[in-house]
């Protein structure tokens, strides 16, 4: 029915976006419902809806959510994708030092504009609304991994952008941190997520984290560099049931860390080795090297679930 008018809720299930950010929209921006009858909430019309989605596309692009209302209002009859043309010669790429994404898509080219342009709200705003949408594994492989490789396939290549990194890096932990924690409900700490010692790359880290708290599972995180007495000592204290090792470069993945872990008389049951910087061919037997973010999540729920059918404490 194209001339029907719409609730803010249902607005927001077409657009995918979340009732507050179209109260933020109404509120900031003047992209609210004009429909008006008296003794009822206003509605959406059609011509509102379209400049919505063309403020939903722009934003998702990378540009900034003021520019991309006023785009929105003063194209009250375009629809969609001619929306997403005007915005063509609208954003700005930061001087035309592009952030490669591969075929990630629109968002992650969006994403990487908004970092050049160091536009942090924008950079929230997008990841924020992909958790929400997509969940964290999703958002993580589908969006910002690309984004990130790609700062750092332009850093490789010219020795700049460090503060790009350095903004997108701090956007995506605030995203992570944001992701409502498991309650007293879901049980223990079993999980214990630390960085090998010296590794200074979290980030991997804590979208494990993030997607741990997003399935109910509880864990502990100790962060960057953490020496391998100090890992021992927490594994002593606490008794997890596995532990997430992570390595980004060789330099920093020794394998007597792990070595060390299987030989502790309160051995874990799982010992995961994570990260581009274990090799394969270097690991100790026992040790499982997870291809990817959704397998180390499949994994720590599986010994989650094997605790709980255990009644293991």
Same mark, same amino acid.
Request: hydrophobic content about 45%; glycine content about 4%; overall charge positive.
């Given at each position: 029915m194209a001339d029907e008018a719409l609730s803010a809720g249902a607005v927001a299930r077409r657009l995918g976006v979340a009732v507050t950010t179209l109260r933020t929209w109404h509120q900031r921006y003047g992209l609210g419902p004009s429909q008006h009858i008296p003794g009822h909430h206003r509605r959406y019309t059609p011509a509102d809806l379209?400049?919505? #989605?063309?403020? &939903?596309?722009?934003?998702?692009?990378?540009?900034?959510?003021? #520019?991309?209302? &006023?785009?929105?209002?003063?194209?009250?009859g375009v629809g969609p994708a001619a929306g997403v043309r005007l915005r063509a010669g609208a954003g700005r790429d930061g001087g035309g030092q592009a952030i490669p994404v591969g075929r990630a898509g629109p968002v992650a080219r969006g994403l990487a504009r908004a970092a050049m342009r160091l536009d942090s709200a924008a950079i929230s705003e997008t990841i924020a609304n992909a958790v929400a949408r997509d969940g964290v594994v999703a958002t993580w492989d589908g969006l910002l991994r690309p984004v990130l490789a790609g700062i750092g396939e332009r850093h490789a290549a010219t020795a700049g952008l460090i503060e790009v990194e350095h903004l997108m890096s701090r956007c995506v932990s605030e995203a992570f941190a944001t992701v409502a924690r498991p309650g007293p409900a879901a049980g223990p700490a079993r999980i214990l997520l630390a960085c090998a010692d010296e590794e200074q790359h979290t980030l991997p880290l804590e979208a494990l984290a993030a997607s741990l708290a997003e399935a109910n599972v509880a864990y502990r995180m100790l962060g960057a560099r953490v020496p391998l007495a100090a890992l021992i000592e927490a594994v002593n204290r606490t008794g997890p049931a596995a532990v997430v090792l992570w390595s980004h470069t060789r330099a920093t993945a020794d394998p007597g860390q792990l070595s060390a872990l299987l030989g502790m008389v309160r051995r874990p049951l799982l010992v995961l080795a994570a990260g581009p910087g274990w090799q394969a061919d270097t690991l100790p037997a026992g040790v499982v090297r997870p291809v990817d973010l959704t397998e180390a999540v499949s994994l720590a729920l599986a010994v989650r679930d094997s605790l709980d059918q255990s009644g293991g404490a």
């Open positions: 379209a400049r919505l #989605e063309i403020m &939903r596309r722009l934003t998702a692009e990378g540009i900034t959510p003021a #520019e991309a209302a &006023r785009w929105a209002k003063q194209s009250p």
